[in-house]
């Protein structure tokens, strides 16, 4: 499975960018999400999409930032409206395939998002 991320940049606070991430896989895909890692901190989960429809997002995010999915492009976004400075990090797509147990999980390499005051 590869993942290849784009959409970051940079931009002025109160503005938006949209991420993007496709998955190539020849398994089953089950979750999509975004995670993220400011410096100094620990990654932390965003977002988050199943196959079957359910979405998750982190309170720091939520009411601003909307993750949406295309199955059949194996491809989740993420737009993310009214950026604050805080929102600076290196934000990461995580997909986790289908299965029972700890069914394997992959990594994007990450795309840089700043935000200036």
């Known amino acids: 499975v590869q993942l290849q991320a784009s959409g970051g940049g940079s931009v002025q606070a109160g503005g938006s960018l949209q991420l993007s991430c496709t998955a190539t896989?020849?398994?089953?895909?089950?979750?999509m999400d975004w995670y993220r890692q400011a410096p100094g901190k620990e990654r932390e989960l965003i977002a988050g999409?199943?196959?079957?429809?359910?979405?998750n997002y982190a309170d720091s995010v939520k009411g601003r930032f909307t993750i949406s999915r295309d199955n059949d492009k194996n491809t989740v976004y993420l737009q993310m409206d009214s950026l604050k400075p805080g929102d600076t990090a290196v934000y990461y797509c995580?997909?986790?395939?289908?299965?029972?147990?700890?069914?394997?999980?992959?990594w994007g390499q990450g795309t840089q998002v700043t935000v200036s005051s």
């Open positions: 896989s020849m398994f089953s895909i089950n979750i």
């Open positions: 995580h997909a986790v395939l289908r299965g029972l147990g700890s069914p394997p999980a992959f």
């Open positions: 999409t199943t196959a079957d429809g359910a979405i």
